[in-house]
């Protein structure tokens, strides 16, 4: 009993309380939230927040940040489209109904990658070479970013190749009705593969080591710095990787995609109790918070205050001043309040668990 309770903490099983108390409140309230449609809805909503907050990991267990990656999400959307559109690929706004050959959707899916990875060790290098906090480069680099994608784009609207429309919208048909978006299983193969990665190569031992304590492992003999530059580049290849899968759900490039992607990736990645000190956490971790997050999400978007109440065992008098109501009539509008109300106090919570952790 002793070596169980020295092994586990509360902090390590509140992620998983958290998303059960979210899933059993939303059942109860909301009518018809444990559907097939509802888990794919999840799945579908989630897959981009997964791909990008797995790379987010990285950089977090790291101790570092990157605030660039809701931008690099966008400029790597905005290059695809804006080279879709050329008259070499699929033409002008227009896109003539034509064959488009293979290399061409690979040169316009690959640029984007290859400009991300760019900008990724960029942030790296300038970070353990010029001795500054990584936030700071990062902010500098979301900057960058966001210019050249209006550069780009000129603030103008673009399509995107049928294969991103396929990824972001498509789906493959299984049991009871339910589909599993092409999106998640592309998310579950980024995570899998992140997942292998910081649990069984000598490269995930060494971010965890760098995380944990940096000094230590310099004198160890991990060469931190590559590792720091090498994190930060995963995070700007799935950032990309993730814009250019929401631009296809979205079946469009625009400049108001990604706006809340940050916040919302480490949201997620904190929400599954990785810490933002580095050395603890995981892509496990990482999973359950995106599912908690996006299941308060969609659940909150699912929510009919007026039928609740009507539904409720108050007295008439009640329901009928509470149904007219500014906070009930104008609910669509508090929406993302009560999701952030929600979010604080879980992250408060599990804050003060790990504080306490042996």
């Known amino acids: 009993m002793k070596l169980l309770t020295e092994r586990f903490h509360a902090a390590d099983i509140a992620p998983l309380v958290t998303l059960a108390l979210v899933l059993f409140l939303f059942a109860v309230f909301v009518d018809g939230f444990l559907t097939m449609g509802t888990l794919s809805l999840i799945l579908q909503q989630g897959a981009v927040l997964a791909i990008v907050a797995a790379g987010l990991t990285f950089v977090l267990l790291t101790a570092e940040i990157d605030l660039s990656v809701g931008m690099v999400a966008l400029l790597a959307a905005c290059v695809c489209g ?17 064959e488009v050959g293979s290399l061409t959707t690979i040169i316009v899916l690959g640029v984007p990658f290859l400009l991300a990875l760019g900008l990724g060790l960029l942030s790296g290098m300038l970070t353990v070479s010029s001795g500054l906090p990584s936030f700071i480069i990062t902010l500098a680099m979301m900057n960058i970013a966001i210019g050249l994608a209006r550069f780009l784009t000129l603030s103008e609207k673009f399509a995107v190749p049928p294969l991103l429309a396929t990824l972001g919208n498509g789906s493959w048909p299984l049991f009871g009705g339910f589909r599993l978006p092409y999106s998640a299983m592309v998310a579950a193969g980024v995570l899998g593969l992140s997942h292998l990665v910081l649990e069984h190569t000598r490269f995930g031992r060494y971010v965890f080591m760098t995380g944990g304590n940096r000094e230590a492992a310099h004198l160890s003999g991990v060469r931190t710095n590559r590792v720091i530059v090498g994190c930060l580049a995963i995070s700007a290849m799935t950032a990309a990787l993730g814009g250019l899968v929401n631009a296809g759900r979205l079946n469009s490039v625009s400049l108001d995609q990604n706006a809340d992607l940050l916040l919302d990736a480490v949201a997620c990645v904190v929400l599954g109790g990785t810490s933002l000190f580095g ?80």
């Open 82 to 98: 804006v080279l879709w559109e050329q008259d070499w690929a699929a033409g002008a706004k227009a896109v003539r109904a034509k």
């Open 279 to 358: 050395g603890e956490g995981g892509i496990g971790r990482t999973l359950i918070g995106v599912l908690t997050f996006t299941s308060l999400k969609v659940g909150l978007n699912l929510m009919n205050v007026q039928q609740l109440i009507r539904q409720s065992p108050l007295p008439q008098s009640w329901k009928e001043s509470w149904l007219d109501a500014t906070w009930v009539t104008q609910f669509d509008l508090l929406r993302p309040f009560l999701l952030g109300v929600v979010l604080l106090l879980a992250l408060v919570i599990h804050g003060r668990l790990a504080s306490k952790r042996p």
